[in-house]
Nanobody, 128 residues
Framework: QLQLVESGGGLVQPGGSLRLSCTVS????????????VAWVRQAPGKEREVVSC??????IIHSADSVAGRFTISREKSTVTLHMNGLKPEDSGVYFC???????????????????WGRGTQVTVSS
């Protein structure tokens, strides 16, 4: 049973940057993330959840949504997965969740229903 805790987020002006971090643990201990896929999933009010970016397996395979390509970067260090967000737009606003699942090369990374473990989320607001 994984526990995921997000940090970062907040209010930023359009064009600004934010960094979100997700710390993953199991029974209070660090986890080797090479056996998992960890993603950032966002949800704006009245909209469905959207998988923004995912990093998977020992090879750190990365997938990103077209909506954030070239602006958001996902990275992984030990038990922490970080989402670096640049060039933020108002439409990037929403609650950002960290989600994870056991790694399977054939899973549909863009389907938020594919993830088993979830954090509580952190709010990102892009507004002038």
């Amino acid at each position: 049973q994984l526990q995921l805790v997000e940090s970062g987020g907040g209010l930023v002006q359009p064009g600004g940057s934010l960094r979100l971090s997700c710390t993953v643990s199991e029974f209070g201990s660090d986890v080797s993330l090479g056996s998992y896929s960890v993603a950032w999933v966002r949800q704006a009010p009245g909209k469905e959840r959207e998988v923004v970016s995912c990093i998977s397996g020992r090879a750190e395979i990365i997938h990103s949504a077209d909506s954030v390509a070239g602006r958001f970067t996902i990275s992984r260090e030990k038990s922490t997965v970080t989402l670096h967000m640049n060039g933020l737009k108002p439409e990037d606003s929403g609650v950002y969740f960290c989600a994870a699942r056991d790694y399977n090369p054939s899973f549909r990374w863009a389907d938020h229903l594919a993830y088993r473990y979830w954090g509580r989320g952190t709010q990102v607001t892009v507004s002038s």
